[in-house]
């Protein structure tokens, strides 16, 4: 295997949605193995559907991606094995305990039966969850959700780390107890976090080197302190307003809640 | 690092399972509805069966009941991928390195479990409302449950493959679920009934279930258990299939 200085690398990628509308429109980028790469830009930018099309959730219109020097496209399964997720929306089963929720997702990506209590007692004491193991996800806080999600995402130790939004609507506290978190393990396990944020003074604390999309496109990408520079701004929140304008994005209902309220009339969840 | 194919059949199967037991209202709350038919039915109509010379309605009646709740358990079990898929849960399965014919079946397998266990429970509870079957032939009856279970769980995760959310599901318990339950013999005998009825039922796998159940349960039938035992391997054999096929194509 050749060695590939780069964890992620991203070549003219396009996703086209119902044959005209370009969600992400010939970008490229590489991220370099052992470093925090931000992805931002406002909503519906793409974001969300380039990290789709780099876990194998979408098929590309065209373009190529390595991912820990595998292709998503012809090798799903060994990229599947090689990263671990943390989705914008919730994905964990209200009605399993903490426990169970990381020791099914050790059952699928087979973590050796041996090593799956040590490692999950490991991780769960990791995000402070471990005296919660036992209790019903769905009796969580959002906050505690998302470090159980972190810690799922790290079980089968991949290579990369993907956080879409990891800390969308948390408060100041727990957002900078989960960044403590991610820099560690950065620094001590030499993981390659590829992340998305709405909060810019995250990505500039954070991130070594930051791209920012709007309609598809990449319209920047370098350290934080060079966007901020180039853009003459007086800090990344300014420079990202400047690169994409002031007009407002919105941001799209889901059917979530909805069907939440519908689900818990019919005394299934 | 390979994947335990076997391994993570058993843990999607084992979820199933974990979620159905901890759903105390949901299991007491699903046998409502056939003990309400035991009852009503059952006694209701029996001097008018035993009047027209067919014998006993509740021995009849129950293995169509118990075909019944497995039935509509196993729908729902199959359906609940469109729970997984709006909760967010799908994506995590999606993104595990198994394959999706992997994933279809160990929750197919679970949810028909599931199914097997709600008419167990319900075979128990029509016991005790009256129905009197050879002790020694209820093991080939679970046979025939198990059959069942599995054919409509996969059905179900067919139908919810290709649905968005749940908007459809109505849909589906009117112009599925009901007419296969109440076209499939489960109430009436078929013998007797117009012939268009009977050939709808030929085309009906409930049939087949609830007819190898009286086979075995009260030994009166209209083909023999084997032939339904056969036709519903085969019917499941193709609903797993098409399910699957139609899995692989799930977006989350
Ligand atoms: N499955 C889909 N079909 C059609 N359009 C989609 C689909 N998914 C996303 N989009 C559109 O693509 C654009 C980018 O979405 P997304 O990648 O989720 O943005 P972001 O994560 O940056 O907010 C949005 O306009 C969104 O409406
Ligand atoms: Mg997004």
Redesign the pocket.
């Given at each position: 295997m050749p060695e590939n200085k780069s964890s992620i690398s991203v070549k003219n990628l396009s996703k086209t949605y119902d044959h005209t509308f370009k969600a992400v429109d010939d970008i490229s980028f590489e991220v370099p193995a052992g470093s925090i790469f931000a992805f931002l830009g406002p909503?519906g930018a793409g974001?969300?559907t380039t990290i789709k099309m780099l876990t194998t959730l979408v098929h590309p219109t065209s373009g190529s991606i390595t991912i820990d020097g595998m292709d998503p496209t012809r090798d799903p399964h060994g990229v599947r094995q090689s990263f671990g997720i943390v989705f914008?929306d919730p994905s964990l089963d209200d009605e399993l305990t903490a426990y169970e929720n990381m020791f099914f997702h050790a059952g699928l990506y087979g973590v050796p039966r041996g090593e799956t209590a040590a490692k999950i007692k490991d991780l769960l004491e990791f995000v402070e969850l471990w005296d919660r193991k036992d209790n019903l996800v769905k009796t969580f806080s959002g906050g505690m959700k998302r470090r159980l999600e972190i810690a799922r995402g790290l079980l089968h130790t991949p290579a990369v780390l993907f956080l879409?939004?990891p800390t969308t609507g948390l408060d100041p506290q727990t957002r900078n107890y989960i960044w403590t978190y991610i820099k560690k393990l950065n620094e001590e396990r030499g993981l390659t976090v590829f992340f998305?944020t709405h909060y810019m003074e995250e990505a500039e604390r954070s991130a070594k080197h930051v791209a920012i999309i709007d309609h598809g496109k990449i319209i920047a990408s370098d350290t934080p302190a060079n966007i901020i520079k180039s853009a003459s701004a007086a800090n990344l929140e300014d420079a990202f307003i400047k690169l994409t304008g002031r007009k407002i994005r919105e941001e799209e209902a889901g059917s979530v809640d909805h069907l939440r309220t519908m689900a818990r009339a019919w005394g299934r969840r | 690092m390979k994947t335990n194919t076997l391994y993570a059949i058993y843990i999607l199967w084992l979820r199933q399972l974990k979620r159905y037991f901890r759903s105390k209202s949901r299991i007491l709350g699903s046998l409502g509805q056939p003990i309400l038919f035991l009852v009503a039915l059952g006694f209701g109509l029996n001097s008018v069966f035993a009047a027209s010379g067919q014998g006993n309605y509740i021995q009849f009646l129950a293995p169509g009941i118990i075909a019944m709740s497995i039935l509509f358990t196993a729908i729902f079990s199959g359906i609940e991928i469109i729970w997984d898929r709006q909760f967010g849960f799908l994506k995590e399965v999606l993104v595990a390195p198994v394959s999706r014919f992997t994933i279809m079946f160990g929750r197919t397998l679970g949810g028909a479990t599931v199914a097997s266990l709600q008419g167990l429970l319900t075979l128990i509870i029509a016991t005790v409302i009256g129905f009197r079957p050879d002790l020694w032939l209820v093991l080939p009856a679970i046979v025939f449950m198990i059959l069942i279970a599995l054919v409509f769980t996969a059905l179900g995760t067919a139908i919810a493959s290709t649905l968005e959310d749940m908007q459809g599901f109505q849909l589906i318990m009117n112009f599925v679920v009901m007419p296969v339950f109440f076209l499939s013999g489960s109430l009436f005998p078929l013998n007797t009934a117009p012939a268009v009825l009977q050939w709808i039922a030929i085309f009906n796998p409930l049939f087949y279930g609830v007819d190898g159940m009286r086979a075995v349960l009260i030994g009166a039938s209209h083909f023999s258990a084997w032939t339904d035992a056969t036709v519903l391997v085969c019917i499941s054999a193709v609903f797993l299939g098409i399910g699957s096929w139609l899995f692989s194509k799930i977006r989350a």
């Open positions: 909503n974001k969300t914008q879409d939004e998305t | -």
